[in-house]
């Protein structure tokens, strides 16, 4: 008998936006694997800590910082088969994921190359995408808007035609490139419609207008909101 | 003293997709509101139904079933009035809202009624977009994706427009819309990327192929996932 691979969304970083399937989920494993990038506590676990016991066996799937996929790719490999075999075991495993899973989810590089060979359940988390909206007060979109979400390290081109398009765009990713998405937003007459966001839910959660932000300060875990029109 | 008005997100309906501060919010509050189409029980309070109290008040906010909008904004004025008059004698109100408050969440048009008038508290939910794509085993978006949410009601031109730009697109609120946004597919040539899904994570779940469908049957709460290219 194969054990179940869990991919558990935990949800943007407080802990009280864990679900109660994700804690289940959690509890049903004897096994808890978690991305973090090299070098680096990971983000995952420190959401759900209260709830991992010392009986488990903790597996840390280390991501190498590169600008090339392939190492990456390759650590995801290493970590599909490691986890094969605790499954092949009868052991059920819960893989922690930021957020939700197949929204620009890390669990999906395991499910993929996990898929047919053992049960997989996915647990749909909280994404910052909506907990960003709720901590700026902003709502994403009502009625029949058209909501798009853009990762901020597409080329200028495809933002503005996706930003034509759009009643509401959450730009995520930023990081690095926060000062060209600043001066694309302003050329685009948008500015001051686009609210910026960093680490949503944590304590160290901050909401700035653009024109106050330090691009050298921006992490991954920022997003844009950009309203093209008044709403309700 | 001014209560504190919730807008709780509860999930797209499996009730241990709640979250710990959903539930936390609903046992803070001895008002529990929510909407309902008229004459008809309320999903999200059904949802949440193990956690109401018999001491909490509740209020049903009836929406008239009506295609034209009035009706039902006056139907939120005089909620709004109801529930202003609770917050004012210092109770919390935990309006209940399906999905996410902010995610074409029935919340909004309390939220901007009130927003001056009271300190509001959103607390995120695990939205339908999530869990129709865990349920379908199919990724919403990855990398660099652009992902699209578009309403089925809108023109053809509009969601056409939308849909040449997006590498994901999930169209939402597809009821009595279902054949014309089929028979779009099918000229864009989208029909065999298109999986459709109703229900999501209720014991009545359904995942259809779209030539499978009854038109005359597919509900409000159902969503088309497209993914235009494959993706990792």
Do not use: W
Not at 41 to 62: C, L, N, T
Not at 98 to 121: M, N, T, V, W
Not at 136 to 158: E, F, H
Request: net charge neutral.
């Amino acid at each position: 008998m194969t054990g179940i691979l869990y991919g558990v969304g935990v949800g943007p970083g407080d802990p009280d936006l864990l679900t109660i399937s994700a804690i289940r989920c959690i509890e049903l494993s004897s096994v808890i694997a978690y991305p973090c990038l090299e070098g680096t506590p990971s983000f995952a676990r420190s959401i759900v800590s209260d709830y991992i016991k010392e009986s488990q066996e903790e597996i840390a799937i280390a991501i190498p910082m590169l600008q090339e996929p392939e190492p990456a790719q390759q650590a995801y490999d290493r970590a599909a088969q490691t986890l094969l075999e605790r499954l092949q075991k009868g052991k059920n495993v819960a893989v922690l994921c930021e957020g939700d899973p197949f929204f620009y989810g890390s669990f999906q590089y395991l499910f993929f190359r996990l898929a047919k060979q053992c049960p997989i359940k996915v647990v749909p988390g909280v994404s910052s995408l909506m907990s960003c909206s709720a901590s700026l007060s902003r709502p994403l979109s009502a009625r029949n808007d058209v909501l798009s979400i853009l990762p901020a390290p597409l080329p200028d081109a495809d933002l503005k035609a996706c930003l034509q398009v759009a009643d509401t765009a959450a730009i995520i990713k930023i990081g690095r490139h926060f000062s060209r998405i600043r001066e694309l937003l302003g050329i685009m007459n948008l500015k001051q419609e686009s609210y910026y966001i960093e680490r949503s839910t944590l304590p160290n959660e901050k909401i700035q207008v653009l024109d106050n932000v330090n691009p050298e300060e921006v992490p991954y875990f920022s997003m844009i909101l950009v309203q093209r029109r008044g709403k309700i």
